[in-house]
Structures are given as C-alpha cells and as structure tokens.
C-alpha cells in the first residue's frame, strides 16, 4: 500500500513544479519562436515526471532581449475524486531572466511571480485524500512524445546552474475540507516575498495571510485571524527544507466567545517530506504567557512530540473567557437526567511529550515545579503522572479523560506532607486546623456530579481557637459538683493524630469515623456537609484519657452537635447523650430519691392521675434536661 502524503508535502511539491515549469519553458524558447507550439510537450514531461495531471490551459507569452519575460496563464491539476474543480490552479506564472546567462547554460532566474495559486484539499470521511500520490499514479497513462521533443532531451548538453533573485506568491489561498470534522479551513490573501533566492547561503522570506474555520453543517465561524513571518530559508539538503530565524505574528479572535488572543513566536522549522516538521527551538509568547521548547509535527501516522517548558503558567486568566459566555444551568443533586442527545466527538491527533511549568495558578493555588506527562492516543488524554510542590509538600496524581465533552473525568493520586493551615485557610478560609497532612484521593467527574472519597491523616497538629482539655476539666467538674473555672482556657488543642475518610457525592460530604487522638483525649465525630443547601449536621463527642491507672466511671464526656447553614452554624451540647450518661449511672430509683433532696420534686405530684398530668418518669426527664442545661451553659457560653 503506498504511504499517503501529507498536504504540506503536497504543497511544497506542487511550489516545485511551478519552478519546473519555469526552467523547462525557457530552455526551450532557444529553439523555436512560438513558445505555445511546445506547450503539450512541457505539460506531458511534467505529468509524467511529478505523477500530477499538470494542465497548462492558457497561452504561453514571450518577450526577448534584452530580458526573457514569459508568462504562462491558467495552470492547474485537477481533481482525483472531483469533489472541488482543482486540486490546485494558478491564474498566472511570470518569470523574468537575461538570455545571457541562459545562452551559457547559467539559469539565472530575476524574478518569479505566481499570482492567485489556489489549492483546494479535501478529506473524506473515510479518512481518503484528494492529493493522495498512489491514485494520482494509477489513473495517470504513460505519455508518448513528440518526436521534437525527444530530439530535445536526448541532445548533450552542458551542466545547467540554477538561481532565483526574487521568488513572489501572490494573493494565493488554501482551502481544506476535514469531512471527518465537519470542518472547513480557509487560508487568504497568501502573500510570500523571497529575495536573492538561490543565491546566498540564507536567503530572506517574508509573509502574510488571513485564515479563518467554520463549521461545514451548521456554517458557524470557529476561529479568524491574520498571521504574518519573516525568516530565512537556508539552501535544500537531502529532502529537507529549513525555515531559520523565523518569527511570526498571530491575531486571532474565538467566535464562541469573541475572546481575542495574540501568539507572537520565534522558532526555527525544519520540514523532512515525507517524515516530519520539527519545531525547534520554539519560544513563543501567548497572550503574555511565555512558552520555550520544541514539536515534532509527523506527516506520517505517528504522533506528534513536544516538551515544553514555561514560567507561569495562569489558568486563571485562561479560563475567565467562559465568565462571558452564558452560565450553565445548575442541575440539583436530586435530579435525575434524561438520556441526552449523543455528541460527535471529534477526533484528536495521537500526541505525547513533557510539560515542565516553575509555577501554575488555578483559582487560589499556587503550584511550584510541576511535571506533566502527557499522552494523547486513540482520543483519550492520561496525564501520567503529574507532580507538583504545594503547600510545603508535594502532590502526586493521575488524570484521564475520554476527549469528549460528555465523558467523566478520573482522576486520583495523593498530597504528601503538605502543611493544612496553610491549605485550607488558601481553600476555604479555615484558619483553625494545622499540622502536616497525608491525603489520598479518587474522584469521577461527570457534567452533573463529583464523586468519590479521600483519606486524611494529619500527624502532630492542632485545633486552634478551641481548648478541648480545658472543656472536658469542665464537664468533669460539672459533674462532679465542683467549680467549673479551676482551669486555664490556651485556646488550642494539640493532639497526636486526625484521621478522618470523606466520601463525596452529589454535592453532600459524608463522613462516619473521624478520630482525633492526643495523650490527654480522644475524639470522635461523625456528619454530613451539604453543599446543595449549604448546612452541615455534625456530631462530636471527647473523652478525657487519664493516666493514673484508675478507672473513672463517673467522667463525663464533650459531647456537642454542630448544626445550621454553613456561614454560620450553632453549636449546642448534645443533651440526649448527657442524660443517657445519667440514666446510665444513677437507674431511675437513685434518681427519683435524690431528685427529692436535688430539685425538690414534689410527691404528690409524681402521684398525679389526672388525664393532663404529666408521667413522673417524664417529669424526671424534664427536671433533669433543665438542670444539665444549666450547667452547661457554665461550660459553652451559649
């Protein structure tokens, strides 16, 4: 099976031929007077040699000495499949050379212009060409020429030297059809301007052109713009065309968000037919953001290479175009969605390479030397691994994602050491938990939800603001009928260990084991974040670890219940567990007598029969409810 060309190689070959054109046609004016007479001969030499169909539809012109002008009006190739009338048609081609140099074998072009040279490119569905060599060489028949021009070729000849002093493209254009995309490319008003080509070592080339892409269904605009470059192109070796010194300029506005962007670059471009283009060095600057490095672009099936590298890199800026287009609606986490309309999703070039990053912002985090392993292959993006430091620690995770706007996003990997202070006051304004953090995390992102659990564990830490130890000295003394102010509040609590495992779903934030161990207590918790309705419902419960060896079977736990919205939630004690722990010790009879002599229960009314009265046992409940809330008033200030 023969190897499908690319259409820059069929560009390039194409540009060429035209400068074969311009040699073969003034070799022969030496012999005959009427350049026309000749034309069938010039067109079936070059079909045969390049395997396109050239025609040279239009007159050839001639003007001699002391210059040869000649102008070759309506060259084309047309079409393989005739999806478009020509692959490639050219309004006119003009040269200019004194017939000195030509006399003496010395084919020193002046000047060669093609004015308004316009391909037109197609690809099919089936990923077929329009420009694909192979078919153009089987519907291509054997030429049998004239019997003059045999003459002409087999006639000894001296060696002919070749240079172009100036080398033009006037107001060309490309036009690419992707059917596979449902896209079309349009590149216009090509201008190309090379001087002292073939001459120098280097020499100069300068350009611009407009380009734009559409959708081919719809005909909505994707993207428009203008691009402009100079450089020098030194002279071919072995297949191989370079683009040195080379800097270009892009405009281009988004039309999904009428965003305009700049890319001002720098680079050199080598192009290998039939193997590669490569990029290299690149320094390129996008909107103000700085990109150093190299691409290998192949032109074959291979996939393209890159390994970049950047100062900053802000996602930020990058993502605030979509704060102008109309926001998403937001779906509740009890909604159930519908089988939706499938996407088509666009094929995406296979690609890999490295993406080094000194800093990376994205909302308020600031990443710091972060290693990206990319590999796009058979339309799935894995990013593999990506490592960054954060947070006085590092960050280590895995990403992958189906390249289709509907597809999940996985992703999971674990921060290691970070400092949680500095975290959670940067995420969430939370300033009262600090100390060295492991997380471990798994995620599935869907359009309409984010699920998935992390594993926390922070080493010798604290809770700030708040003195667990001095509490618990307080329900102690509570309990014990003693003052409760003998302690100092630190307003701090450090403790050994945290461990806690979230699992998040539909916006609602679980957690069942939350564990908080120190010397002096131990402290458990369980609860729920809503983030649908913005509350939380969260048990604590602590209890004071003694270390004398004896057991206390009176202490009284710090058992308090966190509920309310989240901006400002109302913490209580929890009074259910404070009078099972009553009931749990005292048994109903100790407490009715000594409810007599502590809360002055009268007997008469624990007799009560009447159908309002109320139950002695409901009694006691209450009479006790309202004496712990009391004291514990004293303790939570509430």
Not at 198 to 205: F, I, V
Not at 262 to 290: C, T
Not at 426 to 444: H, K, M, P, T, Y
Request: glycine fraction near 4%; charged fraction near 25%.
């Amino acid at each position: 099976m023969a190897k499908q060309v690319s259409f820059i190689g069929f560009i390039v070959k194409t540009i060429c031929l035209l400068i074969g054109v311009a040699i073969i046609a003034p070799i022969s004016l030496i012999f005959i007077i009427d350049p026309t007479d000749y034309k069938a001969d010039i067109q079936s030499y070059l079909t045969e040699k390049s395997g396109y169909p050239i025609q040279l539809n239009g007159d050839i012109r001639l003007k001699l000495f002391p210059w040869i002008g000649l102008t070759i009006q309506d060259i084309s190739i047309p079409q393989i499949n005739e999806s478009t009338p020509h692959l490639f048609s050219a309004k006119e081609l003009n040269l200019k050379l004194p017939i000195r140099n030509l006399l003496a074998w010395e084919f020193k072009l002046d000047s060669l212009t093609i004015e308004e040279g316009h391909f037109y490119l197609v690809k099919e569905k089936d990923g077929s060409v329009s420009w694909d060599i192979s078919k153009s060489n089987k519907n291509t028949k054997p030429v049998e020429h004239s019997e003059s021009a045999q003459t002409h070729t087999k006639s000894a000849s001296p060696t002919l030297s070749f240079s172009i002093s100036l080398l033009a493209f006037k107001n060309g254009a490309v036009e690419y059809i992707d059917k596979q995309k449902d896209q079309i490319a349009h590149l216009k008003n090509i201008t190309f301007h090379s001087e002292d080509f073939g001459q120098a070592l280097r020499y100069p080339l300068k350009g611009s052109f407009d380009f734009s892409l559409d959708n081919i269904s719809n005909k909505k605009p994707l993207y428009q713009g203008k691009a402009s470059l100079n450089g020098f192109i030194p002279q071919p070796k072995n297949n191989q065309f370079a683009f040195e010194d080379a800097n270009t300029v892009i405009h281009w506005q988004d039309k999904s968000n009428n965003k305009s962007h700049v890319l001002d670059a720098s680079l050199k471009v080598l192009a290998k037919l039939q193997d590669a283009i490569i990029l290299s060095p690149l320094s390129a600057k996008l909107d103000g953001m700085q990109v150093n490095g190299q691409i290998t672009f192949p032109l074959t099936a291979k996939a393209i290479t890159y390994d970049l590298t950047m100062d900053q890199l802000d996602l930020n800026a990058l993502l605030a175009s979509k704060e102008s287009e109309p926001s998403a609606k937001i779906v509740p986490a009890t909604y159930v969605p519908t089988a939706a309309k499938q996407k088509k999703t666009e094929s995406i070039p296979d690609s890999k390479g490295t993406i080094k990053i000194k800093t990376l912002i994205y909302d308020k985090i600031n990443a710091h030397n972060v290693n990206i392993h990319a590999l796009t292959k058979k339309n799935t993006l894995s990013l593999d691994p990506v490592t960054a430091e954060v947070y006085d620690g590092t960050v280590k995770a895995v990403v992958n994602k189906a390249l289709d706007a509907d597809a999940p996003l996985y992703f999971k990997g674990n921060f290691a050491q970070v400092n949680m202070q500095k975290m959670l006051t940067n995420l969430s304004d939370i300033e009262q938990l600090a100390g060295r953090g492991n997380i471990q995390f798994a995620f599935v992102q869907t359009p309409n939800n984010l699920s998935g659990t992390t594993n926390v564990n922070i080493t010798q830490g604290a809770i700030l603001g708040l003195d667990l130890d001095y509490y618990l000295q307080m329900a102690e003394n509570f309990i014990k009928k003693q003052p409760i102010s003998a302690e100092k509040n630190n307003a701090k609590t450090p403790f050994n260990s945290l461990t806690a495992t979230l699992m998040i779903n539909q916006k609602i934030i679980q957690n069942e084991d939350l564990m908080i161990l120190s010397d002096d207590y131990k402290l458990t918790g369980r609860g729920a974040v809503n983030l649908n309705q913005n509350s939380i419902d969260y048990d604590l419960i602590a209890n004071k670890i003694y270390h004398d060896g004896k057991e206390h079977p009176n202490a009284l736990p710090l058992a308090v219940s966190v509920k309310g919205p989240l901006n400002k939630p109302q913490v209580v004690p929890n009074v259910d567990l404070y009078m099972k722990k009553f009931l749990e010790k005292e048994g109903k009879k100790q407490i009715n007598k000594q409810l007599e002599k502590l809360i002055g229960i009268d007997n008469e009314e624990n007799t009560g029969t009447t159908g309002t009265d109320k139950s002695p046992e409901k009694k006691i409940e209450e009479k006790i409810e309202k004496e712990i809330e009391k004291g514990l008033k004293k303790i939570f200030k509430f």
